[in-house]
T-cell receptor, first 112, second 115 residues
Framework: NAGVMQNPRHLVRRRGQEARLRCSPMKGHSHVYWYRQLPEEGLKFMVYLQKENIIDESGMPKERFSAEFPKEGPSILRIQQVVRGDSAAYFC??????????FGPGTRLTVL | AQKVTQAQTEISVVEKEDVTLDCVYETRDTTYYLFWYKQPPSGELVFLIRRNSFDEQNEISGRYSWNFQKSTSSFNFTITASQVVDSAVYFCALRALYNFNKFYFGSGTKLNVKP
């Protein structure tokens, strides 16, 4: 049973470009969480999604950031018009129940 | 409010020394989980332990041990006879027991173990 998969593992974008980060949850998991880790900091919650629904987006910046988890396919975290401050590691976690969340390896976004 | 505080930003020890990483938390919930994760230089998160708030029994796993004290809202982590491979950033985290709730992470403690 493969773990949570994230791709790409490393992403480089220039200011103003779009970044798309993908997360494939573990098999049978229908709950996905996105966290952001700024340099030298802990992980901060961004958004919690179930299939086709955003349940809690209280940690998402109001502009430029969006997330989806379609019926088929991976969850996508999309950052439009990236700025240098978006450079961070973005972690995805998935769960089947409310007892266990499993983290992916993260995507490291660098904005030049 | 939910909050996790790791007051030690960075600790340096010499190999074979014991080291304790502190974690203090705040929560409104009466039932919750506490976690420790290791983040080596490669960047992934490695799960170390989960405790629920019902169980204050201390736990030992090899060179690792955890001291959960509900009365002081602390969940400290001790590495006995540290090794160079223990060098990493260690995060303490809190999550409510129910309702698919999100994690609250501390800011991490960077442990440097020197040979």
């Amino acid at each position: 049973n493969a773990g949570v998969m994230q791709n790409p593992r490393h992403l480089v974008r220039r200011r103003g470009q779009e970044a798309r980060l993908r997360c494939s949850p573990m098999k049978g998991h229908s709950h996905v969480y996105w966290y952001r880790q700024l340099p030298e900091e802990g992980l901060k919650f961004m958004v919690y999604l179930q299939k086709e629904n955003i349940i809690d987006e209280s940690g998402m910046p109001k502009e430029r950031f969006s997330a989806e988890f379609p019926k088929e396919g991976p969850s996508i975290l999309r950052i439009q018009q990236v700025v240098r401050g978006d450079s961070a590691a973005y972690f995805c976690a998935s769960s089947k129940t409310d007892n266990e969340q499993f983290f992916g390896p993260g995507t490291r976004l660098t904005v030049l | 409010a939910q909050k996790v505080t790791q007051a030690q930003t960075e600790i340096s020890v010499v190999e074979k020394e014991d080291v304790t990483l502190d974690c203090v938390y705040e929560t409104r919930d009466t039932t919750y989980y506490l976690f420790w994760y290791k983040q080596p230089p490669s960047g992934e998160l490695v799960f170390l332990i989960r405790r629920n708030s019902f169980d204050e029994q201390n736990e030992i796993s090899g060179r690792y041990s955890w001291n959960f004290q509900k009365s002081t809202s602390s969940f400290n982590f001790t590495i006995t006879a540290s090794q160079v491979v223990d060098s990493a950033v260690y995060f303490c985290a809190l999550r409510a027991l129910y309702n698919f709730n999100k994690f609250y992470f501390g800011s991490g403690t960077k442990l440097n173990v020197k040979p």
